[in-house]
Structure formats: structure tokens, C-alpha cells
T-cell receptor
Framework: DQQVKQNSPSLSVQEGRISILNCDYT??????FLWYKKYPAEGPTFLIS?????DKNEDGRFTVFLNKSAKHLSLHIVPSQPGDSAVYFC???????????FGQGTRLTINP | GAGVSQSPSNKVTEKGKDVELRCDPI?????LYWYRQRLGQGLEFLIY????????KSGLPSDRFSAERTGESVSTLTIQRTQQEDSAVYLC?????????????FGSGTRLTVV
């Protein structure tokens, strides 16, 4: 079963506008959620996280929102820049375990 | 080293052969993880090492998969009698201590193709 889902395989946004990437989850045992960014031929790099007891975390141009009742989180990037073009993975950390459960990823393309 | 190093970066093997994938974590990182990413899917947890022991190997798909870590450093993931469904990018990550995932540093991965 897919515990973390990213239903949009791709997203195209104009430079300077807001990018919104979405993620849904089914497992209530996640205590943290994380977003990773991946460029081709490189490993994923950590971007931002949020504790399950929070509803928002902001870091510069990146903000993650968590809606626990809807089991939904989103990553907002504003303003979007060409260097933001990458695949973004949402992941949940299972409480008490050393493992992450990843979504399938969303390919973000920022157009000039 | 400065980052997590994986070798080889690409491996093409014939069905039924054994392969070994290597991971050199960041020096001093006690926790090491293996994940794989099959085409069009997210990263899938395989195994976690703390030091040289593996408290969680629940993600290994079958007994054809095994991993070891020595000297609290290098780890090797071995796949015996490879099958076509084993084709994937195998990613290794390390962290200074077990945590919630924000401390993970991933390597660039080994792309395994079984023909």
C-alpha cells in the first residue's frame, strides 16, 4: 500500500511565481514529514521538514504546510527560480523507527 | 570523504549473476541506510545500520538480498541471482546519529540494470 502519495508526476511554473507541491499520506505513525530535492544523477538532498505537531514551517523561500485532519501536506516555493527545477520527494518518518517512507516524486520545471 | 560515495555508478549484469554494490559513508557517521528507487516510484527503504549491526532489515525484498557493514564504515549490498525486477537505482545514505531524516546525506546511487 502506498502510504505517501504525490499525485502529480509533474508541474510547470513560470519563474517568479509560486510553486505548490502536494503530498497525501495514510499512516498516522509519521512523526515528521520531510521534503527532499533531487537533481539528475545526484542523490536527494534534504530541503525542509515539519513535525507532526506543527502546521507550518518556513525557511526562506520554502514553506511547508501540514493539515493533519486531511492528512495532506504541501510545499510552497516563492518566488520560484530556474534552479528550483528538480524532482521533489515528500517523505514521512515513522515514529520510533529509522526509516523514511517516500512518495513517488513530482518533477518541477521552472520556465523563464 | 566530503560526501557519501557509491560504486559503481552504473552496473549492467546478466540475469542470474550476483552483484555487489559499495557505499562509503561520511567519516564519523554511525548510521547508514540503503534505499532503492525503481522506475517511476519513490525511494523504498531496504536496511538500516547503526554501527556494524543492522537493527532493521525489514525492507530487504527477499533472501537474495544481503548487506553488511564493517569498521563502522564501508557497507556492501549484495544481490544474488539477480532478476530483472531488481533493476533500480540503489541509494545509500549516512547520518551522524539516528534521527528523523533531515540529517541524511545521500550518495549519487548505483544504477543497476539486469538484462
Amino acid at each position: 500500500d502506498q502510504q505517501v502519495k504525490q499525485n502529480s508526476p509533474s508541474l510547470s511554473v513560470q519563474e517568479g511565481r509560486i510553486s505548490i507541491l502536494n503530498c497525501d499520506y495514510t499512516n498516522s505513525m509519521f512523526d515528521y514529514f520531510l521534503w527532499y530535492k533531487k537533481y539528475p544523477a545526484e542523490g536527494p538532498t534534504f530541503l525542509i521538514s515539519i513535525s507532526s505537531i506543527k502546521d507550518k514551517n518556513e525557511d526562506g523561500r520554502f514553506t511547508v504546510f501540514l493539515n493533519k485532519s486531511a492528512k495532506h501536506l504541501s510545499l510552497h516555493i516563492v518566488p520560484s527560480q530556474p534552479g528550483d527545477s528538480a524532482v521533489y520527494f515528500c517523505a514521512g518518518h515513522i515514529q520510533g523507527a529509522q526509516k523514511l517512507v517516500f512518495g513517488q516524486g513530482t518533477r518541477l520545471t521552472i520556465n523563464p | 570523504g566530503a560526501g557519501v560515495s557509491q560504486s559503481p555508478s552504473n552496473k549492467v549484469t546478466e540475469k542470474g549473476k550476483d552483484v555487489e554494490l559499495r557505499c562509503d559513508p561520511i567519516s564519523g557517521h554511525t548510521a547508514l541506510y540503503w534505499y532503492r528507487q525503481r522506475l517511476g516510484q519513490g525511494l523504498e527503504f531496504l536496511i538500516y545500520f547503526q554501527g556494524n549491526s543492522a537493527p532493521d532489515k525489514s525492507g530487504l525484498p527477499s533472501d537474495r538480498f544481503s548487506a553488511e557493514r564493517t569498521g563502522e564504515s564501508v557497507s556492501t549490498l549484495t544481490i544474488q541471482r539477480t532478476q530483472q525486477e531488481d533493476s533500480a537505482v540503489y541509494l545509500c545514505a549516512s547520518s551522524q546519529s539516528p534521527g528523523q531524516g533531515y540529517g541524511y546525506t545521500f550518495g549519487s546511487g548505483t544504477r543497476l540494470t539486469v538484462v
